[in-house]
């Protein structure tokens, strides 16, 4: 791997971490402030909400400035978010300070993902885009275990004490090895936003939003799933877990390599196209773990295959706008998260087996492969000459 690649993608699992750890330790955050798990729970919402919305509208701002300074900065930022959370007194002065690092975390995912596509040679952008996932996918499988581990042993705060320290020794990584990259041309925030919502690239991030919405629609509830479907006791649930991570984890990486193999378009079709069928046989495999198991592992693969094609695609698409539209498309993400975990929680009040709740997924994300099918279909137009007629008055 490229080192500058591998660089990014360690700066992934640190920022990665804060989002994804929290679910781990949400009983002790509202056990030391006095709060109920509901209120907690809190935590992750507006940390989600911050990120789909901050990403676009930093980048916006900050396109103009050289990428390594602002990478730099953002890595700074995110660094006393942490800190402020671990000295945090009171619940109020955490939800600010996860909003300092969601914000910081939204600039530093994108900017990982589009400096990975610079520093190296055009056939393996993809998979630069997928090493850079495979790191954020990485906090998939440490981040809960981990975060329960440390919060036991040492408190809760400790982790973010550590995730600090993680983050300053990426920054020392990226000031040591990571070029100089000059800004461009700023591109007014309403053009960036007619150039999402157009055709092409509306029907990418909303087959994003889908997907993933499908995706959390099942694994929101992954543990009463597999307490009641299979009847496994929070050992096994706990390798349930690490199981299914190691397997998403080495979706982002397939998810690259097929991408660079057979094309952005085909691998978005095939990825999307697998998932439907994945879920939709999910539940029948539920009657021996050694059948669940491996079509869990297709599973949790294909969950994160999906990305480094469609932002391949993006960026292929219009390079012009590749990296707000790439903060559009994590911003689609997370909301995708936001709505599969609601969606979810309203058809287990409408069903009678749990299991089932896979086809709910699985009829989300059909509209997940039609949006994508409707966005490879509309020719490139709008966005390409408005851009590059405002970047014409802009020089």
């Given at each position: 791997?490229n080192?500058?690649?591998?660089?990014?993608?360690?700066?992934?699992?640190?920022?990665?971490?804060?989002?994804?750890?929290?679910?781990?330790?949400?009983?002790?955050?509202?056990?030391?402030?006095?709060?109920s798990?509901?209120?907690?729970?809190?935590?992750?919402t507006?940390?989600?909400?911050?990120?789909?919305?901050?990403?676009?509208?930093?980048?916006?701002?900050?396109?103009?400035?050289?990428?390594?300074?602002?990478?730099?900065?953002?890595?700074?930022?995110?660094?006393?978010?942490?800190?402020?959370?671990?000295?945090?007194?009171?619940?109020?002065?955490?939800?600010i300070?996860?909003?300092?690092?969601?914000?910081?975390?939204?600039?530093?995912?994108?900017?990982?993902?589009?400096?990975?596509?610079?520093?190296?040679?055009?056939?393996?952008?993809?998979?630069?885009?997928?090493?850079?996932?495979?790191?954020?996918?990485?906090?998939?499988?440490?981040?809960?275990?981990?975060?329960?581990?440390?919060?036991?042993?040492?408190?809760w705060?400790?982790?973010?004490?550590?995730?600090?320290?993680?983050?300053?020794g990426?920054?020392?990584?990226?000031?040591?090895?990571?070029e100089?990259?000059?800004?461009?041309?700023?591109?007014?925030?309403?053009?960036?936003?007619?150039a999402?919502?157009?055709?092409?690239?509306?029907?990418?991030?909303?087959?994003?939003?889908?997907?993933?919405?499908?995706?959390?629609?099942l694994?929101?509830?992954?543990?009463?799933?597999?307490?009641?479907?299979?009847?496994?006791?929070?050992?096994?649930?706990?390798?349930?877990?690490l199981?299914?991570?190691?397997?998403?984890?080495?979706?982002?990486?397939?998810?690259?390599?097929?991408?660079?193999?057979?094309g952005?378009?085909?691998?978005?079709?095939?990825?999307?196209?697998?998932?439907?069928?994945?879920?939709?046989?999910?539940?029948?495999?539920?009657?021996?773990?050694?059948?669940?198991?491996?079509?869990m592992m297709?599973?949790?693969?294909?969950?994160?295959?999906?990305?480094?094609?469609?932002?391949?695609?993006?960026?292929?698409?219009?390079?012009n706008?590749?990296?707000?539209?790439?903060?559009?498309?994590?911003?689609a993400?997370?909301?995708?998260?936001?709505?599969?975990?609601?969606?979810?929680?309203?058809?287990?009040?409408q069903?009678?087996t749990?299991?089932?709740?896979?086809?709910?997924?699985?009829?989300?994300?059909?509209?997940s492969?039609?949006?994508?099918?409707?966005?490879?279909?509309?020719?490139?137009?709008?966005?390409?000459?408005?851009?590059?007629?405002?970047?014409?008055?802009?020089?």
């Amino acid at each position: 791997m490229n080192l500058k690649v591998l660089i990014l993608a360690i700066s992934a699992v640190a920022v990665g971490l804060v989002e994804l750890i929290v679910g781990g330790i949400l009983p002790a955050i509202a056990k030391d402030f006095d709060i109920s798990l509901g209120t907690a729970g809190q935590l992750i919402t507006v940390f989600a909400l911050i990120y789909a919305i901050a990403g676009p509208v930093l980048l916006v701002l900050t396109s103009k400035m050289e990428r390594k300074k602002v990478y730099q900065i953002s890595l700074l930022v995110f660094f006393a978010g942490n800190i402020m959370t671990f000295f945090s007194p009171n619940f109020t002065f955490m939800m600010i300070a996860r909003v300092l690092t969601a914000m910081s975390t939204a600039l530093i995912v994108v900017l990982s993902l589009t400096i990975a596509t610079k520093v190296v040679e055009p056939a393996h952008q993809a998979k630069a885009v997928g090493s850079v996932y495979m790191g954020i996918s990485s906090s998939l499988v440490l981040g809960v275990p981990l975060g329960i581990l440390i919060a036991d042993a040492f408190g809760w705060r400790v982790i973010f004490l550590c995730i600090a320290v993680f983050s300053i020794g990426t920054l020392i990584l990226i000031s040591l090895f990571l070029e100089r990259i000059p800004g461009e041309k700023s591109v007014p925030l309403k053009t960036q936003l007619k150039a999402a919502a157009s055709p092409k690239f509306g029907g990418a991030h909303l087959a994003t939003m889908f997907m993933l919405a499908g995706h959390y629609t099942l694994y929101a509830y992954l543990t009463p799933f597999l307490e009641t479907t299979l009847q496994l006791n929070s050992s096994w649930i706990s390798i349930a877990y690490l199981v299914f991570g190691v397997a998403a984890v080495s979706g982002g990486a397939l998810g690259g390599s097929l991408s660079d193999r057979i094309g952005a378009q085909k691998s978005i079709l095939l990825v999307i196209g697998l998932f439907v069928l994945v879920l939709f046989i999910l539940p029948f495999s539920t009657v021996s773990i050694y059948l669940f198991t491996p079509i869990m592992m297709i599973w949790a693969a294909l969950s994160w295959a999906l990305a480094p094609p469609q932002q391949s695609y993006l960026i292929q698409t219009d390079p012009n706008t590749a990296e707000v539209q790439q903060s559009f498309n994590n911003s689609a993400l997370q909301i995708g998260i936001s709505l599969g975990s609601a969606i979810g929680g309203a058809a287990l009040g409408q069903i009678d087996t749990i299991s089932n709740i896979a086809w709910v997924g699985c009829a989300v994300v059909v509209i997940s492969l039609l949006c994508a099918v409707f966005s490879l279909t509309r020719p490139v137009t709008f966005q390409q000459s408005k851009v590059k007629s405002v970047n014409g008055r802009l020089s």
